[in-house]
């Protein structure tokens, strides 16, 4: 998969790792929608989780990264939308599986819990990872509820 657009959003829990994400992708020739937040101060991250999941969702960007610090709130948000796969990663293995195995459009990376250069490997190995297919995608197929 030729990664040319990515949305990503985070709350104050992830915004500490946000920038440096932005600049990876940025010199990967990759383009980015930030939905924020762009500060510390605390929000509630709904409100920023749901626009990068809409936007993925709606095929305008290839992928998404959501960040929050535990992770299970960025991720439980996202996959409210039926067309979103978001999956909550803490090493890169998990970050490969998800996207060879379950066609994750989205990573949650739970910033808190991780440090940022393990984020920034994720990252790469997300971006850089096909769907393997096969029998994957029959069970990839059976997610969604609608
Ligand atoms: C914010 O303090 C924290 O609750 C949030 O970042 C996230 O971990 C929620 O799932």
Request: charged fraction near 25%.
């Amino acid at each position: 998969m030729n990664i040319k657009k990515i949305a990503i959003g985070c709350d104050h829990g992830g915004f500490a790792y946000k920038d440096a994400i932005i600049e990876l992708l940025v010199n990967q020739d990759i383009e980015v929608f930030d939905f924020g937040t762009d500060s510390d101060a605390s929000v509630d991250y709904p409100d920023f989780i749901h626009p990068v999941a809409e936007n993925v969702e709606n095929e305008n960007t290839d992928l998404g990264i959501i960040l929050c610090g535990s992770g299970n709130g960025a991720a439980m948000s996202a996959n409210k939308h039926q067309g979103i796969r978001a999956a909550l990663c803490w090493t890169e293995e998990l970050a490969a599986l998800a996207r060879q195995h379950n066609n994750a459009n989205i990573i949650s990376i739970p910033a808190r819990f991780v440090s940022k250069e393990l984020a920034l490997e994720m990252v790469k190995t997300f971006i850089s990872t096909d769907f393997e297919g096969g029998r994957h995608e029959r069970r990839v197929e059976k997610i969604s509820c609608i």
